[in-house]
C-alpha cells in the first residue's frame, strides 16, 4: 500500500556531511509524523529525529546541533542533513512515517534502510 524509499547514504570522512533522502508512495491521503532511525552493528535500533506534518522537530541527545530534519509535505519526502559526523553515526538509517490511507486507516511504513558510514 505505502513505500518508503531511501537513499543518499555512503561513506563519508569524520567531519564532513551527507543529506538522506526519503520519498513516500503509494495510497496516501496524508503523513503524520516522518522520522529517521538508525541501528549501528550489534546495538538496537534508535530514534534519531522526527518531525510532524506542521513542521515541529524533535532531536536525538547525540545528534542534536549537528543534524537537521525537513520535510516537503507535497513531495511526501522527508529529509535528513547530517553534519560534522562522526565515526558513531555509522549505522544503517531508516526512515518511518505514520501514513493516512486513502481509505483514512493509519499504517507505519519503514524504509529499507540505507548504510553510512563514517571513517577516515
Known amino acids: 500500500q505505502v513505500q518508503l524509499v531511501e537513499s543518499g547514504g555512503g561513506l563519508v570522512q569524520p567531519g564532513g556531511s551527507l543529506r538522506l533522502s526519503c520519498t513516500a508512495s503509494g495510497s496516501i491521503f496524508s503523513i503524520n509524523v516522518m522520522a529517521w532511525y538508525r541501528q549501528a552493528p550489534g546495538k538496537q535500533r534508535e530514534l534519531v529525529a522526527t518531525?510532524?506534518?506542521?513542521?515541529?522537530?524533535n532531536y536525538a541527545d547525540s545528534v542534536k546541533g549537528r543534524f537537521t530534519i525537513s520535510r516537503d509535505n507535497a513531495k511526501n519526502t522527508v529529509y535528513l542533513q547530517m553534519n560534522n559526523m562522526k565515526p558513531e553515526d555509522t549505522a544503517v538509517y531508516f526512515c518511518?512515517?505514520?501514513?493516512?490511507?486513502?481509505?483514512?486507516?493509519?499504517?507505519?511504513?519503514w524504509g529499507q534502510g540505507t548504510l553510512v558510514t563514517v571513517s577516515s
Open positions: 518531525i510532524t506534518s506542521g513542521g515541529s522537530t
Open positions: 518511518f512515517a505514520e501514513v493516512v490511507l486513502t481509505t483514512r486507516s493509519t499504517i507505519i511504513a
